[in-house]
């Protein structure tokens, strides 16, 4: 059974930095492509990030691009999502998740997903 575990989320300060984790099991975590969306409220999820199996291709979206870095250790079954500069426009739950091939922005094509963490940036 796979299962993907976020963690990280809290309340920070704009201007401050975050990193959230994403523990995977039951799947064999170098063979897959992982990604960052968020949802905030109101809205519609959202890609954030992305990241091949190899860690060698990474993707962003605009809205991140330079603020945020999205990494993995394939030891620990976990990646990353490093935060920085964050904004108030940040605030959102945020989801990983996995897709068996290669790194994609289109959500219906990952497989799996955690249960979200929830980021907030206060003004």
């Known amino acids: 059974q796979v299962q993907l575990v976020e963690s990280g989320g809290r309340l920070v300060q704009a201007g401050g930095s975050l990193r959230l984790s994403c523990a995977a099991s039951?799947?064999?975590?170098?063979?897959?492509?992982m990604a960052w969306f968020r949802q905030a409220p109101g809205k519609e999820r959202e890609f954030v990030a992305t990241i091949n199996w190899s860690g060698g291709s990474t993707d962003y979206a605009d809205s991140v691009a330079g603020r945020f870095t999205i990494s993995r250790d394939d030891a620990k079954y976990t990646v990353y999502l490093q935060m920085n500069s964050l904004k108030p426009e940040d605030t959102a739950v945020y989801y990983c998740?996995?897709?068996?091939?290669?790194?994609?922005?289109?959500?219906?094509?990952?497989?799996?997903w955690g249960q979200g963490t929830q980021v907030t940036v206060s003004s």
């Open positions: 039951g799947l064999t975590f170098g063979s897959y492509a």
């Open positions: 998740a996995a897709k068996s091939t290669g790194p994609s922005r289109i959500q219906y094509q990952y497989s799996f």
